[in-house]
């Protein structure tokens, strides 16, 4: 049986990541420091005789006990949102260090092992893009010193190592580019605008809205996303790739508002409010052309359907606090 490690592997992306290769037959070895999650998302896995977790940070060096055939990397905060205390902005070092010296000590991990490497790198490494949609081969338009820098440039330092690491080292490894995903499992302390809209939805409060609402945005639902990890990671022909995974179906601020309120069936007001949160994230929109023809990846699930999973999740969640 082969083994895939999956860093970040109690986060939302990474449990669902988890589940889907342990269903494909793989052992599977989840290491996370749990500095953005709360282990919840794996309490179901540990019941499984092929899965393992270990509590690590990964910026320090993995046990030599440990073999595997497969590396995902993933551990890393991913939450825009300030005010958030699990955002990268408030995590900026461990931000920091997670997608640099813990990408190195991954990648001489997946060396020693001959071991096939993906690393989770984001649509944030083009920054405020000149080009519309973005490509793989745009450079992106990226400040070195901006607030979102710490995650922006550490993800892009992340790639350079992987890109020397394929390059000089003969690594089997692929970088694959997340846009903004969503759907069970992601953390309620996250507060991307979809979590908090379901949330005052289900409380039966006024959904807010920053700005006119016209903002737009595109989600992809998490299992799409796995499923092209997934494909980037064992299809033929994918060694030193970069691919865009996202969903291209763009709605505004103010229709993901209406949709979550009708599906939560909450009679509740949409307000505005003036002032748009600092550093709100711009609009980025993933040309998946690539992913189309290299891997036969398109996004499958429906928004309605993903957003009425993702509204039963945090359903359950709150339970007890609503009625
Ligand atoms: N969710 C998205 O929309 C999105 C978009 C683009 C890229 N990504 C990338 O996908 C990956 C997963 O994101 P997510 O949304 O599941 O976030 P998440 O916060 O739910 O999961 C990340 C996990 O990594 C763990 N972690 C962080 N630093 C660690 C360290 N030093 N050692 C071990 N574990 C550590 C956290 O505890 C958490 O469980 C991240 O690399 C993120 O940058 C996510």
Known sequence: METAIVTGGAGFIGSHLCTRLLDMGYKVIAIDSLITSNGKNIDRLKENDNFQFIHQDVTLPLSDDLTADYVFHLASPASPNHHSEISYHKLAMETMMVNTIGTHNLLDFALHNNAKFLFASTSEVYGDPQQHPQKETYNGNVSTTGPRSVYDESKRFGETLVAYYIREKNLNARIIRIFNTYGPGMNIKDLRMLIVFIIQALKGQSITIFGDGTQTRSLCYVDDTVEGMIKLMFDSNTKGEIVNIGSTEEHTILEYADMIKKLVGANVKIEYSEALPQND?????????????????????????GLKKTIEYFKSELMPEIK
């Open 281 to 305: 994230p711009l609009q980025r929109q993933p040309d998946i052309s690539k992913a189309r023809q290299l891997l036969n990846w398109e996004p499958k699930v429906s928004l309605e359907e």
